[in-house]
């Protein structure tokens, strides 16, 4: 059931009496597509990323007080920390679907406040409120491995025939075949890299019409866009090529190092896509961290990582089938060997 009508009634009398907000969105597609949404309905206002960061923390405060919003929209951000809520001056609205957290001073809109098994993506919930920019939406959705109901795929489907096949009935397969798949890892590679680097993409993308514009580069903006995918695209397939996957083994660990660009969750996502039956292990390292991806179909990934950690130094969480973790690089074979011992 997740938000239910009223609050939907009440998402939508916000953005539409909201002039200048900030928005503040977690740097991965939901985020970004929650925001687009909301940036194109009221047309004005301030995006801002997050990056690399569960915790939105008090630091960010000032440059959001800075612009003096009339509201300040966060979306898809899993925890928010109360200093940060009591140092913003203006009113706060917080669009999430990860774990409830109990704040004060922010009204809450989270599906798993009504129906704890409803964690639907935040983008989902944007576009229910404001059912506009049906492909940006999908983006968001399919991007956190969802589908949404018939009713909005047969829409898409109608709109952007060549996108999503009908024969498709798993987000997985969406993901990793199909052009709205595509679209996403666009999508998602524009996400990384500089900050300053980052907002571009951002702003160029809240330009963006329609799909086709990115797709089949029909506008500067999209080819700004595909260009930016491109060129991280070749790193992304080199490290592909570099996997390793012993058909017997049920952990596949892969340590891959790129210094600028992330992409533990692309290829955590894919390897589980292409060996479900296994517990997949991205690591990459990040100021002197190892930064673990983690994934798996059956196993429950929370249980797993919290035992792991254990005796290690380190720490981590997050879904069922997709997870972090964040270790120590001299505890890293230890903690390798606690996942083991539980397979
Ligand atoms: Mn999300």
Redesign the pocket.
């Known amino acids: 059931m997740g938000l239910k009508e009223p609050q939907l009634n009440e998402l939508k009398q916000i953005f539409d009496g909201t002039h200048r907000p900030v928005i503040l969105f ?1 740097d ?1 597609a ?2 970004l597509a929650s925001f687009l949404m909301i940036y194109k309905h009221i047309g004005e206002g301030k995006g801002m990323p997050v990056k690399n960061a569960p915790e939105l923390g008090s630091e960010l405060a000032q440059k959001v007080n800075d612009y003096s919003p009339d509201t300040v929209i966060i979306a ?1 951000i899993p925890i928010v920390s109360q200093e940060f809520i009591n140092k913003v001056s203006s009113k706060i609205i917080w669009i999430d ?2 774990p409830i957290v109990e704040r004060k001073g922010v009204e809450y809109y989270n599906p798993r406040v009504n129906d704890a098994s409803d964690n639907r ?3 989902y919930w944007i576009y229910k409120v404001l059912k506009e920019n049906l492909w940006i939406a999908m983006t ?1 959705i399919i991007g ?1 491995w969802f589908l949404p109901e018939q009713e909005i795929l047969d829409d898409f489907r109608t709109k952007y025939p060549d996108l999503l096949s009908p024969d498709i009935t798993k987000p997985e397969v969406a993901l990793h075949d199909s052009k709205i798949g595509e679209l996403i890892q666009i999508i998602s590679f524009n996400l990384k890299g500089k900050a300053y680097d980052v907002m571009k993409s951002v702003k160029v993308m809240t330009r963006v019409r329609e799909p086709s514009e990115i797709l089949e580069q029909k506008t500067a903006g999209g080819r700004f866009i595909y260009k930016k995918y491109f060129k991280l695209k070749e790193k992304y397939d080199a490290l592909v090529k570099q996997i390793k996957v012993a058909p017997h083994d049920k952990l596949v660990v892969f340590h891959y190092d790129s210094p600028d660009y992330s992409f533990s969750a692309e290829l955590s996502n894919e390897l589980i896509y292409k060996h479900p039956d296994k517990v997949i292990l991205v690591v990459w390292e990040y100021n002197g961290e190892y930064k673990c991806s983690l994934r798996s179909t059956k196993v429950k990934l929370p249980q797993l990582i919290e035992k792991a950690l254990q005796n290690v130094n380190g720490y981590g969480g997050g879904h069922d089938h997709a997870a972090g973790a964040c270790v120590k690089i001299a505890d890293f074979d230890i903690f390798v060997e606690n996942i083991r011992k539980q397979l």
């Open positions: 977690d991965d939901d985020g898809d679907h990860h993506p935040t983008s968001g956190d």
